[in-house]
């Protein structure tokens, strides 16, 4: 299947995340999240600020911004709201 193939039914599959099959999405996506990032990734999606999630991993904000931008690197993205989409896409949150 191409490239371009596989992100059609990736977004098609958004409708209904039941659609996919999860190890597929897995191989497309490398590796799946640690406990950390997933958690990481869950209180960004919940709109928590900086300090919140900071406060919630009990890590300094500094740490805690450093974490996302490994996530970004990781996810291949530039900006926040890239990472939470393409975290979504992989089916990770």
Known sequence: M???NTDLCLR???VDRTAVDRT???GLSGRRPTEGEQELLTLLAQGLTDEAVAK???VS????????A?????LEAVG???AGAEAARRLWI
Do not use: I
């Open 2 to 4: 191409r490239e371009g």
């Open 12 to 14: 098609c599959a958004a």
């Open 24 to 26: 597929a999405v897995e």
């Open 56 to 58: 919630r991993l009990e």
């Open 61 to 68: 904000v500094r740490t805690e911004r450093r974490m996302v």
């Open 70 to 74: 490994a996530v970004m690197r990781r």
């Open 80 to 82: 926040r709201f890239q």
